[in-house]
T-cell receptor, first 110, second 116 residues
């Protein structure tokens, strides 16, 4: 079974609209990472969250880790074509191995 | 700094052939990882290493081998290529992750492998 579940699997959003991607775990998340992957390219690090209740923002992207450290959300405000790609959450669950979710494919339409 | 460098970028193999995917990093990171990404899917961990001379299996190690003789290099070996190994392979490195210490992974640009 998948340790990290992302929802939705794919998302089509009109340019300028807001959107949220969720990452849910059945276990406590220690380091929670968000990455973005443009189609056919490598992964770009977006943010890392460690503390329950932590929230970080970069430009129009905000990520939160809930108090119980079992769910994280990524929110994009006023989406742009440059936001299109695959968003992946990952966590190490307190060990050396970093496990990733299944990814959310985001498409921005004009 | 070049970061994480993977070679080759593309490769086509025939069934049963062998090859080594090269990965090198110049950030003096102790931790290195190999992942594969199948179409439309997330990343699956193949092998990882927490330092030179130390390697361990991830989720999908069958059909692969690794070695870590130096801090900089972490090659991935496919001995008998099979169509199921058609995928995009990513190498990554970091200072380390654990229960109390986390640093982000830096990824290479990937190697796209097709086995026919």
């Amino acid at each position: 079974s998948q340790e990290l579940e992302q929802s939705p699997q794919s998302l089509i959003v009109q340019e300028g609209k807001n959107l949220t991607i969720n990452c849910t775990s059945s276990k406590t998340l220690y380091g929670l990472y968000w990455y973005k992957q443009k189609y056919g390219e490598g992964l770009i690090f977006l943010m890392m969250l460690q503390k329950g209740g932590e929230e970080k923002s970069h430009e129009k992207i905000t990520a939160k880790l809930d108090e119980k450290k079992q769910q994280s959300s990524l929110h994009i405000t006023a989406s742009q074509p440059s936001h299109a790609g695959i968003y992946l959450c990952g966590s190490n669950f307190g060990n050396e191995k970093l496990t990733f979710g299944t990814g959310t494919r985001l498409t921005i339409i004009p | 700094n070049a970061g994480v460098t993977q070679t080759p970028k593309f490769r086509i193999l025939k069934i049963g052939q062998s090859m080594t995917l090269q990965c090198t990093q110049d950030m003096n990171h102790n931790y290195m990882y190999w992942y594969r990404q199948d179409p439309g899917m997330g990343l699956k961990l193949i092998y990882y290493s927490v330092g030179a001379g130390i390697t361990d299996k991830g989720e999908v190690p069958n059909g692969y081998n690794v070695s870590r003789s130096t801090t900089e290099d972490f090659p991935l070996r496919l001995e008998l290529a099979a169509p199921s190994q058609t995928s995009v392979y990513f190498c990554a490195s970091s200072y380390g992750t654990g229960s109390s210490y986390n640093s982000p992974l830096h990824f290479g640009n990937g190697t796209r492998l097709t086995v026919t």
